[in-house]
């Protein structure tokens, strides 16, 4: 399956992949009032990690068999059998955060349920990637079962 | 081949799951004394306090285990196991296996208190039935009394501070949550508990006798003397391995059932067991522990179930993990955070209401307490699991982990998303 992967040595650490993470899983899809003025403020589900020198954007791998579906303690974390896709099921999760415990790619965000990438399900492209403006995110199949 | 679970919970359902992947024609039988289906046991506080529904703690749709060919028989208490004939007998009923999976789980540990047994509203708090059971009686006028300050009696007492007139809790240790919380820890914890749920702690204390009328608790007595009003009483001390039918079975126990930590297998080769009913070998102390908590008993599930239908999977080692909140305080927690020795070492980041203490083994990570600092935690978590020396780190181990934490090569694994 494709997933979002970062080139460190492209990345300008613009932050521009969050700031389009959260417009594109916010209320309004407006990019000044999803970074500013909504409340709850969306949460980005990509992290640029490292300094202006080295850094990378980092989001769900979604794993093969991902650690954070097997910790799931209501089974609101499922990977789709035909996608790939890892996402959880929001009237399901209670918020207890076992899934943050466990992924060994920090990759799950706090909010009041787990918050996590969903490669933007129905695009064609996820808006982290869309919106690079060095190409420094790339979507690909990175071969292998996935 | 037949294969009979007992229990339906996080270990039965994936030890089940994984005889399926592995085995496409097998009949997978899935036996569960409980009335329900395959349900999110932690949940159940939840429940209680109206944050979920019951329609939302089944952990698969009603249609998936028809898709996958695993038949869950409810209501089936499990009476007996013949090893010889290989037989489960679930009261005049007779189940065949030919590799047999225990996952029994705990049962509650209820120590010896006068006039308490019986009566209507003493309640343990283990399962859906219970949970609801507490819901139906307890309402704005309830002064509800929780024996015990563990994850169970916790959130017994979270739930049902939200419901009731006031909430006790009588701890026999000196601090709250003794199994995921470390001394430092638990007093801040304790303090936010008090503030925003109004929960009064009686520590170092316990439930001693109850005063009754009828089969009614009226009132209890605490070991230093003191008689708190009581319209409800939780039994949450503690739980042990529920190890009944193994013993009678004469299987091999030792606390709980003992099992090759690589494989799960019991001391018969054809009866696995796997979860909370088990005893488990703590990967990073070597010591016989029981760890009863989910993603063990997954884990423990997945490598039973894969050995039963003849596949490869073992187990890597088992540790404690563990996340919970407290009226939106974080808890995360790994490892051994009460490790007492000379070999190990520790550093504790406070700041605010957050807290972050690490526990080192020479240069390795073996255990942290994460208290609103959980940002990030899994990759601790694998550092822990991977024994990774860390003199090979790149980043500080106290700022928030990130892939930044390892060189060059690792990082790019990682961002490619291979196993770790």
């Given at each position: 399956?494709k997933?979002?992967y970062a080139?460190?040595e492209?990345c300008l650490n613009c932050?521009?992949?969050?700031?389009y993470?959260?417009?594109a899983?916010?209320?309004?899809?407006d990019v000044?009032?999803?970074?500013?003025?909504e409340?709850?403020?969306?949460v980005?589900?990509?992290?640029v990690?490292?300094?202006?020198m080295?850094?990378?954007?980092?989001?769900?791998?979604h794993?093969d068999?991902?650690?954070?579906v097997?910790?799931?303690i209501?089974?609101?974390m499922?990977?789709d059998?035909k996608?790939?896709?890892?996402?959880?099921?929001e009237?399901k999760c209670?918020?207890?955060?076992?899934?943050?415990?466990v992924?060994?790619?920090?990759?799950?965000?706090t909010?009041k349920f787990?918050?996590?990438c969903?490669?933007?399900q129905?695009?064609?492209?996820?808006?982290?990637v869309?919106?690079?403006p060095?190409?420094?995110?790339?979507y690909?199949?990175l071969?292998g079962?996935r | 081949?037949?294969y009979?679970?007992?229990?339906?919970?996080?270990?039965?359902?994936?030890c089940?799951?994984?005889?399926?992947?592995?085995?496409?024609?097998?009949?997978?039988?899935?036996l569960t004394?409980e009335q329900?289906?395959p349900?999110?046991r932690?949940?159940i506080?939840?429940?209680?306090k109206g944050?979920?529904?019951?329609?939302?703690?089944?952990?698969?749709?009603?249609?998936?285990?028809?898709?996958?060919?695993?038949e869950?028989?409810?209501?089936a208490k499990?009476?007996?196991i013949d090893?010889?004939?290989?037989t489960?007998?679930?009261g005049?009923?007779i189940y065949p296996?030919?590799?047999?999976?225990?996952c029994?789980?705990s049962?509650?540990f209820i120590?010896?208190?006068k006039?308490v047994?019986g009566k209507?509203?003493?309640?343990?708090f283990?399962?859906?039935?219970s949970s609801?059971a507490?819901?139906?009686?307890?309402?704005?006028?309830?002064?509800?009394?929780?024996?015990?300050a563990?994850?169970?009696?916790?959130?017994?007492?979270?739930?049902?501070?939200?419901?009731c007139?006031?909430v006790d809790?009588?701890e026999?240790?000196?601090r709250?949550?003794?199994?995921?919380?470390?001394a430092k820890?638990?007093?801040?914890?304790?303090?936010?508990?008090?503030?925003?749920?109004?929960?009064?702690?009686?520590?170092g204390?316990?439930?001693?006798?109850?005063?009754?009328?009828g089969?009614?608790?009226t009132?209890?007595?605490?070991?230093?003397?003191?008689e708190?009003k009581?319209d409800?009483?939780?039994l949450?001390?503690?739980v042990r391995?529920?190890?009944?039918?193994?013993?009678?079975?004469?299987?091999?126990?030792?606390?709980?059932?003992?099992v090759?930590?690589?494989t799960?297998?019991?001391?018969?080769?054809?009866?696995y067991?796997?979860g909370d009913?088990t005893?488990?070998?703590d990967?990073?102390d070597?010591?016989?522990k029981?760890?009863?908590?989910?993603v063990?008993?997954?884990?423990?599930?997945?490598?039973?179930?894969s050995?039963?239908?003849?596949?490869?999977?073992?187990l890597g080692?088992?540790y404690?993990?563990?996340?919970?909140?407290?009226?939106g305080?974080?808890i995360?927690?790994?490892?051994?955070?009460?490790a007492?020795?000379?070999?190990?070492?520790?550093?504790?980041?406070?700041?605010?209401d957050?807290y972050?203490?690490l526990?080192?083994?020479?240069n390795?990570l073996?255990?942290f307490?994460?208290?609103?600092?959980?940002?990030?935690a899994g990759?601790?978590?694998?550092l822990?699991?991977n024994?990774t020396?860390l003199s090979g780190?790149e980043?500080n181990?106290?700022e928030?982990?990130?892939?930044?934490?390892?060189?060059?090569?690792?990082?790019?694994?990682r961002?490619?998303g291979?196993?770790?």
């Amino acid at each position: 399956m494709k997933i979002v992967y970062a080139k460190e040595e492209l990345c300008l650490n613009c932050r521009l992949c969050e700031v389009y993470c959260k417009t594109a899983h916010s209320k309004t899809k407006d990019v000044l009032k999803a970074n500013k003025y909504e409340n709850p403020a969306p949460v980005s589900r990509i992290t640029v990690y490292g300094d202006k020198m080295l850094s990378a954007a980092v989001n769900c791998r979604h794993c093969d068999n991902p650690k954070c579906v097997q910790a799931c303690i209501t089974g609101a974390m499922t990977k789709d059998r035909k996608t790939g896709v890892v996402s959880v099921n929001e009237d399901k999760c209670i918020g207890c955060m076992t899934c943050l415990a466990v992924c060994p790619f920090g990759c799950i965000k706090t909010g009041k349920f787990a918050v996590k990438c969903d490669l933007c399900q129905g695009e064609d492209e996820p808006a982290c990637v869309k919106n690079c403006p060095n190409r420094a995110l790339v979507y690909v199949d990175l071969g292998g079962a996935r | 081949m037949k294969y009979v679970i007992i229990g339906a919970s996080a270990a039965g359902l994936a030890c089940a799951e994984q005889i399926r992947k592995e085995d496409k024609s097998g009949e997978i039988t899935v036996l569960t004394k409980e009335q329900y289906f395959p349900y999110s046991r932690p949940s159940i506080s939840y429940y209680l306090k109206g944050a979920v529904k019951e329609k939302e703690m089944y952990l698969r749709k009603p249609s998936y285990y028809a898709a996958n060919r695993i038949e869950i028989v409810t209501g089936a208490k499990v009476t007996g196991i013949d090893r010889t004939a290989k037989t489960v007998k679930v009261g005049r009923k007779i189940y065949p296996y030919d590799k047999l999976c225990i996952c029994s789980g705990s049962k509650p540990f209820i120590p010896p208190m006068k006039n308490v047994s019986g009566k209507e509203n003493a309640f343990t708090f283990l399962d859906l039935a219970s949970s609801k059971a507490i819901k139906e009686k307890a309402n704005g006028n309830t002064r509800a009394v929780v024996i015990g300050a563990g994850l169970i009696g916790m959130k017994a007492a979270e739930g049902l501070s939200k419901i009731c007139k006031s909430v006790d809790v009588a701890e026999l240790s000196p601090r709250i949550l003794p199994s995921i919380l470390d001394a430092k820890s638990s007093k801040g914890v304790k303090k936010h508990i008090e503030e925003k749920g109004h929960i009064k702690f009686h520590l170092g204390d316990t439930v001693t006798e109850a005063k009754s009328r009828g089969k009614k608790i009226t009132s209890v007595i605490l070991k230093s003397g003191k008689e708190l009003k009581c319209d409800m009483l939780i039994l949450a001390v503690g739980v042990r391995p529920e190890t009944d039918l193994a013993e009678k079975a004469e299987l091999e126990t030792d606390r709980g059932i003992t099992v090759n930590p690589e494989t799960m297998q019991t001391s018969d080769k054809d009866i696995y067991a796997a979860g909370d009913c088990t005893v488990s070998v703590d990967m990073l102390d070597g010591r016989k522990k029981v760890i009863a908590l989910w993603v063990n008993a997954v884990q423990q599930g997945s490598v039973a179930g894969s050995q039963m239908a003849g596949g490869k999977q073992t187990l890597g080692g088992a540790y404690s993990v563990n996340a919970i909140d407290f009226y939106g305080l974080r808890i995360c927690t790994c490892g051994l955070i009460n490790a007492e020795g000379e070999q190990y070492s520790d550093k504790v980041l406070q700041s605010g209401d957050s807290y972050k203490r690490l526990i080192f083994e020479g240069n390795r990570l073996v255990g942290f307490v994460l208290i609103n600092a959980s940002d990030n935690a899994g990759i601790y978590t694998s550092l822990i699991e991977n024994r990774t020396d860390l003199s090979g780190l790149e980043g500080n181990i106290f700022e928030t982990p990130s892939l930044f934490l390892f060189e060059k090569s690792v990082r790019a694994q990682r961002l490619k998303g291979e196993a770790v």
